[in-house]
């Protein structure tokens, strides 16, 4: 019965979003109030029936009713609770009933946030942010839907993915969900303001919290994706350039772009039709990546679905959303007329620059995922772009970007002098450069990757810090520390996340420059070196786990006579599933990470061994996790809860809202 109230819910929950399309923007454009205001309840009344036909979803999988085919793929009474509850986006089906959830999320908080907002464009976001709903729950319902029965329930269902049995997997997509559909609200935003035919500073204040929200997701998204690949699939990388995670990278890359756009529109009121063109490719990009994951015309080792017929679907969908949308950009360029002026040395041209670099790289990235598919389709060739490519073409942008932000933050507005706006900076650079030279010094070899990395990586943090004292004016240090401890968050926010990306910046370069590999065929009970640490397989025995049987290794590793660790890798194997995972075992610490992977028996005797020992690995999720950080503290800004009252006041006052 519940599940029958959840497939009825999300039934409600279309219908209503069609109401939600139609009425509020109808209301908008002949100025009838009470039809804007239905935009309102209409938000939050989709988002409670997407959320009880969730929950009705996920009742089902906690209960294991296999009467429900969704549950018979990808669920059995032996998994543990936690990997039951994940497993209702752990496939194509749910997945994208999390992800209108999470659409209809985004769209009920701009209803219960958006008071500062003029009542007109309120409504036309709302409508925007519906008719999105509209589209992806008609491709649920007429071609995904989650609750299907079956004619007759088996005893039992066909269990998870093993390699979705996991932690950091299990909570990978919602985060990633939120900043995919999240950079939904800067798509609607950008296109209610074409329609009204008004960009103003404003509006660039309103777009910024949801975009830096979605980006702020999307930032633990990935950091959770890239863990879970280097801990659970045994291969020692935290990024393949895999179709799936570049679906992921290049909407980070456009929103945060956009987040930096958005600011020379709120304070110079400058680069409109730029800032509404990223807002409109950053939500291109998540479509472009759901097309990818679901449509299986590129191949990946965490796709989603292999069905051609929804991959259609989806791209009719992209055309019709990013088609419509660039067709009234083009309309409506010409009423985006720029206000601010600014001299090619100001921090106006700094963003730019810091715009066009991460627009290419996102661009780069593009063409280098789908290149196959083209050269397939108009080619009849089939080539395959691999890491390589993407190091050789991607990271000079990268090291321009990290060149470039410590000078772009300090400089002013307008007009700059570099003279002036360097002179903190010098000693910065020149602790940086020493850095960089002793690193190169004490490395044994003599890769220049690791020493650039930290050259980076200091020019970055020392910048920040920098630019923050920079804001506390002169004085002494009590009244400097007075005023740093009143500075905006906002201010805190950027600083801390341009030091988050130095250290992952230099923990990525650290670990490919300096890691150490070793395979071998190990013998239990015979030790061997790998980089000054004394290996010994002690022995292999098998484990009954909850539904899987292990292959578990017991190593130790000890250095200079003293035990540093000893790890447990394991290979598992579900009965099931009848799928094979590797178990790496990892002993983490700061400066570096021992990771030991078991393989298969030998014929002539012994166990096939990886030994890595990678420096600085955890750097590049600590970087992460600071990057998060920064844009939580951003979002903590009173400012953005203020949003801008100032207007809000106008339009009470009887100014026009277009």
């Known amino acids: 019965m519940i599940v029958e109230l959840g497939h009825f819910a999300l039934v409600l929950a279309f219908v209503v979003a069609i109401v939600q399309t139609v009425v509020p923007m109808i209301g908008a454009q002949k100025n009838w109030r009470g039809w804007m205001a239905a935009a309102e ?14 929950a009705a979803l996920t009742y089902a999988f906690v209960t294991s009713d296999f009467s429900l085919r969704l549950v018979v793929e990808n669920s059995h009474t032996l998994k543990p609770m936690l990997y039951k509850v994940t497993g209702v986006w752990g496939n194509h089906e749910g997945s994208m009933l999390l992800w209108v959830l999470i659409l209809a999320l985004f769209g009920a908080g701009a209803s219960w946030f958006g008071g500062g907002l003029p009542e007109r464009l309120k409504a036309r976001v709302l409508s925007v942010q519906a008719a999105i709903g509209v589209a992806f729950l008609a491709f649920i319902l007429f071609t ?28 990978h997509p919602p985060f990633l969900y939120l900043g995919y559909v999240g950079l939904s609200m800067s798509f609607s935003f950008a296109v209610a303001a074409l329609i009204e035919g008004r960009v103003d500073a404003a509006w660039g204040r309103w777009v910024r919290p949801w975009t830096l929200a979605a980006w702020l997701f999307l930032t633990i998204g990935i950091a959770l994706g890239s863990w879970w690949a280097y801990y659970e699939l045994g291969w020692g990388g935290f990024w393949f350039w895999d179709p799936v995670e570049n679906a992921s990278f290049m909407p980070w890359l456009i929103a945060a772009a956009l987040l930096h756009s958005a600011i020379v529109v709120e304070k110079r009121e400058a680069l409109k039709s730029w800032t509404i063109l990223l807002a409109i490719l950053a939500f291109g990009f998540s479509l472009i990546g759901t097309f990818i994951v679901r449509s299986g015309v590129l191949t990946s080792v965490h796709a989603f679905a292999n069905d051609p017929d929804r991959g259609v679907f989806i791209l009719i969908i992209l055309g019709i959303f990013m088609g419509g949308a660039l067709t009234l950009y083009a309309a409506r360029a010409g009423a985006m007329e720029a206000k601010g002026v600014f001299g090619m040395l100001s921090r106006e041209s700094a963003l730019v620059a810091n715009n066009v670099l991460l627009a290419v790289a996102a661009f780069v990235v593009f063409i280098g995922t789908v290149w196959p598919l083209v050269a397939e389709l108009a080619f009849d060739r089939k080539l395959s772009v691999g890491a390589p490519f993407f190091n050789a073409a991607f990271t000079p942008f990268m ?11 300090m400089m002013p507005w307008k007009r700059a002098r570099m003279g002036r706006v360097m002179k903190p900076l010098w000693g910065v650079l020149a602790l940086s450069v020493a850095l960089g030279a002793l690193v190169w010094a004490v490395q044994t070899g003599r890769s220049a990757l690791a020493p650039v990395g930290a050259i980076l990586a200091a020019w970055l943090v020392l910048g920040a810090a920098v630019d923050v004292w920079s804001r506390t004016g002169r004085g002494g240090l009590a009244s400097k520390a007075g005023r740093l401890a009143r500075l905006p968050r906002a201010d805190w926010g950027k600083a801390v996340a341009h030091s988050g990306l130095g250290i ?21 009970g015979a030790p061997f070196e790998v980089a000054g640490y004394e290996v010994t397989l002690e022995g292999v025995e098998r484990v009954q786990g ?48 021992l990771y030991v992977v078991i393989g298969d ?8 061994v990886r030994i890595y020992i990678k420096p600085f690995a955890n750097w590049i999720w600590a ?16 400012r953005y809860r203020v949003a801008a009252g100032a207007r809000k006041q106008a339009v009470r006052d009887g100014v026009p809202a277009e």
Do not use: H
């Open 41 to 54: 309840p209409a938000a939050n009344a989709q988002f409670l029936f997407l959320a009880f036909s969730f």
């Open 144 to 171: 995904s839907n989650p609750f299907l029965r079956v004619a007759v329930p088996p005893f039992d269902g066909q269990d998870l993915n093993p390699l979705l049995q996991d932690p950091g997997l299990a909570f």
């Open 399 to 409: 090291v321009v970007l990290a060149m470039i932000l410590p000078i772009g933050a």
């Open 546 to 593: 909850p539904n899987y049987i292990s292959t578990m290794a017991e190593m130790t590793l000890a250095r200079n006579g003293r035990e540093v660790a000893r790890l447990y890798p394991e290979k598992r194997d579900y009965p099931v599933a009848r799928m094979p995972t590797t178990e790496a075992a990892i002993d983490n610490g700061v400066l570096r990470d």
């Open 623 to 638: 970087g992460a996790i600071i990057m998060a950080l920064g844009g939580v503290l951003s979002l903590s800004d009173r």
């Open 601 to 608: 028996a030998q014929d002539a005797g012994g166990w096939a």
């Open 504 to 524: 992952t910046l230099f923990g990525i370069a650290a670990m490919t420059a300096w890691q150490v590999e070793d395979i071998r065929v190990a013998q239990v």
